[in-house]
């Protein structure tokens, strides 16, 4: 499984239509072939954070989600709201029950 973790801290003046367009990508990424999970959370101590926890079946998965138009639209419109630059961290990674 591959993890993916990822942030954007919008503007004061920019955090609805950020926000906005995450659930519009998560909505979206969650149909695509490979995606386990996608999901975008507000940060309790920083409101203008928003965090993206995805789980994909595979690197091929999540290389053919960065090909789609659309994640570079989404992409492009984040950072052109943002107040710094987003960040994302790719893992491989293994379930295992507690």
């Known amino acids: 499984m591959i993890l993916v973790l990822g ?3 919008a503007r004061a003046d920019a955090i609805e239509e ?3 367009h995450s659930l519009e990508h998560v ?3 969650r149909s695509e072939p490979g995606c386990q999970s996608h999901a975008v959370h507000r940060d309790a101590e920083n409101p203008l ?8 079946e595979s690197r ?4 053919t989600h960065f090909a789609v138009p659309a994640s570079g639209e989404f992409v492009r419109a984040v950072r052109r ?3 710094e630059p987003p960040t994302i961290e790719i893992y491989d ?3 295992t029950k507690v």
């Open 60 to 63: 091929e998965a999540l290389a």
């Open 49 to 56: 954070r928003l965090v993206f926890v995805e789980r994909w």
């Open 7 to 9: 942030s954007v801290v």
């Open 27 to 29: 909505r979206r990424s």
């Open 18 to 20: 950020a926000l906005q």
């Open 93 to 95: 990674a293994a379930a």
């Open 81 to 83: 709201l943002s107040s």
